[in-house]
């Protein structure tokens, strides 16, 4: 399994997408199959249920996912997956983690043109928030097997990644 790390806006559902479909992979965003699961969108099941609960059920669906025992997946997890209920552990146990690095500038221009809801940022100064959760989450991002910086990424410098970290030559 290959797991996508990284910020909000740092493009893991792009990048987690496009290798597997370069690759032939399956793909799953986690965000997409928790929605599914809970039944509503993301931002509302935070509305109603709070972080911690949050937290809960994207942990239960992370070791779903895993679970599944498919080493090929490529995994697309949202921004604080791997810093909560040691899910960065889980995902290094079941695979490789790729951390997609990004300045706060890169994350608030394309946070800027996204409609996805993001509840830890609403109401807040953008610039502090991303600065505030980038200092709390970067320890766990740097744990990642291996980084990218978001500038300079092509599927094409994925390709030793797939052939290390799946049953895939």
Request: a negative charge; one cysteine or more.
């Amino acid at each position: 399994m290959i797991f996508f790390i990284g910020m909000p806006g740092a493009g893991k559902s792009y990048w987690a997408s496009s290798l597997a479909t370069a690759y032939g992979l399956p793909f799953v965003d986690l965000d997409v199959y928790l929605e599914e699961k809970v039944g509503m969108s993301l931002g509302d099941f935070f509305d109603k249920h709070g972080e911690d609960t949050f937290r809960e059920e994207e942990h239960k669906a992370l070791l779903e996912v895993i679970s599944r025992k498919e080493r090929n997946q490529v995994v697309s997890c949202g921004g604080g997956t791997p810093v909560f209920l040691n899910n960065l552990q889980h995902m290094k146990d079941a695979g490789c983690t790729v951390y997609l690095r990004a300045s706060t500038a890169a994350l608030i221009q394309r946070l800027s043109n996204s409609a996805t809801r993001r509840p830890l940022l609403e109401g807040k100064d953008i610039n502090a928030a991303l600065e505030e959760l980038y200092r709390q989450r970067n320890p766990f991002f740097t744990q990642a097997d291996y980084i990218f910086d978001i500038d300079s990424i092509t599927v094409s410098k994925f390709e030793n990644i797939v052939s290390s970290c799946t049953n895939r030559p």
